[in-house]
């Protein structure tokens, strides 16, 4: 048995095999046999060590997210429940994802394929802030900072440390062209991380100025 190995957690022995099946056909998984209870989740947990749980949240014994709490291994909440102290709880628990049933397929697949790419962002022993950064969005979907973007702009500001320049001054102060220096200036300006204003010469276009805000 290979890959990340999910249990689910789901008192319709229906609704659990159209979960098992889902599981099964996404690459890199393997889909354990599903339980129907509290008491069995406990038992399969501590036996077959799964590394991701798909649990409900109503279950004939007990709680879904109070087991996910318990196990502490990583794992989505799918489940009828609707209602934002239910919702809540679960995320404030540890969820990564809570989908409301029934959805679509597609949502599922969509989540377990992203939680695959972030488990390999994250399977190393060391990571740096920019891993960490990407790794939290591609689990939920959005767009992660751009390092090469956020590293010239605090070059930039750490430059603006030393006192007003022009975009000039600046590009030399941090090593970068003129043109990357206006553009991220010019973002760092709409941000309002920055302040802009104009001096004024004896002659040609007035110089932009700029300075921490």
Do not use: C, W
Not at 50 to 60: I, T
Not at 71 to 82: E, H, M, P
Not at 133 to 157: E, K, S, Y
């Amino acid at each position: 048995m290979t890959g990340i190995r999910v249990l689910i957690v789901d008192d319709d022995f229906r609704v659990s095999g159209i979960h098992r099946d889902l599981v099964d056909a996404r690459p890199g998984f393997t889909a354990l046999p599903p339980v129907r209870d509290a008491a069995s989740a406990r038992i399969a947990i501590r036996d077959l060590r799964p590394d991701l749980l798909l649990l409900d949240v109503y279950l004939p014994d007990g709680d879904g997210i109070e087991i996910g709490r318990e196990a502490g291994i990583d794992r989505f909440v799918l489940s009828a429940a609707d209602d934002v102290p239910t919702v809540r709880r679960a995320l404030a628990s540890g969820a990564l994802h809570y989908l409301v049933k029934p959805f679509d397929p597609r949502a599922l697949q969509d989540r377990l394929d992203r939680y695959l790419r972030y488990r390999n962002l994250l399977a190393s022993g060391s990571v740096t802030q920019e891993t960490i950064d990407r790794a939290v969005g591609v689990l939920h979907g959005g767009a992660a900072p751009a390092p090469a973007r956020a590293g010239t702009q605090q070059l930039l500001l750490d430059a603006l440390a030393e006192g007003e320049a022009s975009s000039v001054e600046l590009a030399a102060r941090a090593g970068v062209s003129r043109a990357t220096a206006q553009r991220h200036l010019a973002e760092l300006a709409a941000r309002g991380a920055v302040e802009v204003s104009l001096q004024y010469g004896t002659a040609g276009r007035p110089e932009h100025r700029y300075r921490v805000v």
